[in-house]
C-alpha cells in the first residue's frame, strides 16, 4: 500500500509558478512510477508528467517546457514546477503512484490560474 498526500496548490496569476508536491508512505517509494494528473471541470482526467523508477520522463504535449517532474527516492516525494501557467492549467491535480497492476492515487490539491 501506498498512502499519497499532495500539497503546493492554490491561486497564481497567469504566468506565474506554483511547486507542487507529493509525499508518498507506506512502501517502498522507490519502486513506484509516479505521475501527476489533472481534471478539469466538465472534463476527464489527463495525464500531465510521469516519472519512472529510473528517472525517465514525459510529459503531455500542452505542458512541455513549462513543467518540470522530478522525484526524491530519499524523501519519498515527487515534485511538479509548474511555470508559465496559463488559465487552462486550472484543476485538480491528482497525484499517481503505479507499479505493475497496482495503482494509488492522492486527494487532490486545487490549482486555480486567474488574475
Known amino acids: 500500500q501506498v498512502q499519497l498526500v499532495e500539497s503546493g496548490g492554490g491561486l497564481v496569476q497567469p504566468g506565474g509558478s506554483l511547486r507542487l508536491s507529493c509525499a508518498a508512505s507506506?512502501?517502498?517509494?522507490?519502486?513506484?512510477?509516479m505521475g501527476w494528473y489533472r481534471q478539469a471541470p466538465g472534463k476527464q482526467r489527463e495525464l500531465v508528467a510521469a516519472?519512472?523508477?529510473?528517472?525517465?520522463?514525459n510529459y503531455a504535449d500542452s505542458v512541455k517546457g513549462r513543467f518540470t517532474i522530478s522525484r526524491d527516492n530519499a524523501k519519498k516525494t515527487v515534485y511538479l514546477q509548474m511555470s508559465s501557467l496559463k488559465p487552462e492549467d486550472t484543476a485538480v491535480y491528482y497525484c499517481?503512484?503505479?507499479?505493475?497492476?497496482?495503482?494509488?492515487w492522492g486527494q487532490g490539491t486545487q490549482v486555480t490560474v486567474s488574475s
Open positions: 499517481n503512484a503505479r507499479r505493475g497492476i497496482q495503482t494509488f
Open positions: 507506506g512502501s517502498i517509494f522507490s519502486i513506484y512510477a
Open positions: 516519472i519512472s523508477s529510473g528517472g525517465i520522463t
